[in-house]
């Protein structure tokens, strides 16, 4: 937390006459067009970045891309995993048993990842100008905004970023191992699809997509959480998790907290250290097609009215009480908590999950229902309200005193980024074709 301040304290002090947008959704967007493809620079390696983007605006929209979430990577100390094994009684490789870890962790975060929106979603309420237009079911508000009464995060609906096409392609990532997620993915990077072959690969000399697969890449498909490896340069992702296996799991599922200048807070931290354990040492069985359903379900109902009184979900087939089943999850979590906070002044975790507890008893407490609150008390839209918590995280920022070993810290590192930016620019000796080509055909 405190590096994610100094690092924000240093962008807000070079910017002029500019915002840090502190919200999730976007504000006031002028078309398509308005807004700008992000540049990586002249190496091939940057051009694939840009190109990836202009493929998911073609695909997707260019509005898509200024929507902003926070992710949180979490991994396992390394030396839990010898004492955990040795626990387990499991002889394989130390890495195969990791991977297997972490994936029956994310089957249990997906589960229960409804929970995550329902306390920390911060994006009840969308500028009109989102929209472009479009019509949707969402109610207007203060003649601006549109919004839904007991919506808790539209970022994660299907006005976000969304693989709309997974049904109709036919395509659904696959959690129940490690060999079965590369294989999953594989498949849809490969794997033409005709709606994106009508869009077209190059088209006067100019590349609009990576390719006219499935997924261009990896990262394009949408999950709210992700296995995790560090890839080496120009390494695609599937080959680096089949490599070395998972490293670390991405939670994707935060909206950015409005509230907080930092943007996450340390109890929302601490409260997603202890989802983490808990969702670890949980039964994770594989997930069948019902409970695909059922997860997705839950997920929709959650952001779209996570706040509605009686919001039921879907459990093994039946229905159960939001307000019961998430009361049951808080209390699993409670001896996790307990455990992380031996030998901690104050037992942050602990207070953490309670904070969590009062959510779900009183839904006025979630970041959603705040935010509205907010809206109403100022009778104001969304991108008012917005711009006045970003004036006040801005204030917050610039009247921080300076740390200058941190300054000076990360502006080596900025120096270090553009000399390695130049290098790599200078070593291409490739045309783009050759080196996507190149890419593409990377195998073990």
Known sequence: ???????????????????????????????????????YGASNAGLMKTVYRRGLGYRYGRVMQVIAGAHYNYSFPDSFWPLYQELEKDPRPQQEFVSDAYFHTIRNLQRFGWLIPYLFG??????????????TK?????????YAPHATSLRMCDIGYQNTHENEAGFKANYDNL??????????????????????????????????????????????????????????PTLALKRRGVRYVELRSLDINI???????????????????????????????????????????????????G?????????????????????????????????????????????????????????????????????????????????????????LPENHKSFAAIEAAVSKSIQDQKAIEAADSQSFDEFLQEYFSQSL
Request: glycine share 6%.
């Open 179 to 236: 060999e079965s997620y590369i294989e999953s993915l594989t498949h849809a990077i490969e794997t033409p699809h005709p709606p994106y072959q009508e869009i077209g690969l190059k088209v006067d000399g100019q590349f609009r997509q990576l390719n006219t697969n499935i997924l261009q890449i990896e990262n394009e498909y949408y999950s709210s959480v992700r296995p995790k490896q560090v890839p080496e340069f120009n390494e695609k």
């Open 1 to 39: 937390m405190a590096f994610l301040r100094e690092l924000e304290h240093f962008v807000y002090s070079r910017l002029e006459n500019e915002l840090l947008w502190s919200a999730s959704m976007p504000c006031v967007v002028e078309g398509e067009s308005s807004i700008p493809l992000a540049r």
């Open 311 to 399: 919001l039921t979900l879907q459990r093994d087939g039946t229905s159960i009480a939001l307000k019961s089943w998430a009361g049951e999850l808080l209390d699993a979590m409670s001896g996790f908590a307990e455990i992380l906070d031996a030998g901690k002044p104050g037992n942050p975790y602990r207070k953490a999950l309670l904070e969590q507890f009062d959510a779900v008893r009183d839904p006025d407490r979630t970041a959603s229902a705040r935010i509205l609150a907010d809206m109403h008390a100022h009778k104001e839209g969304y991108f008012h309200f917005a711009k006045r918590m970003s004036e006040q995280h801005h204030a917050y920022f610039t009247h």
């Open 138 to 146: 969402l109610e207007e508000l203060y003649g601006n905004s549109y």
């Open 259 to 309: 509230f907080d200048p930092h943007g996450i807070s340390e109890v929302q931290c601490r409260f997603l250290e202890t989802l983490m354990a808990f969702c670890l040492f949980q039964d994770s069985p594989v997930i069948g097609s019902l409970e695909r359903s059922e997860i997705d379900f839950n997920l929709d109902a959650v952001c779209y009215e996570g706040r509605k009184p």
């Open 122 to 135: 911060s994006s009840p309420a969308i500028c009109k100008s989102f929209m472009c237009g479009k019509p």
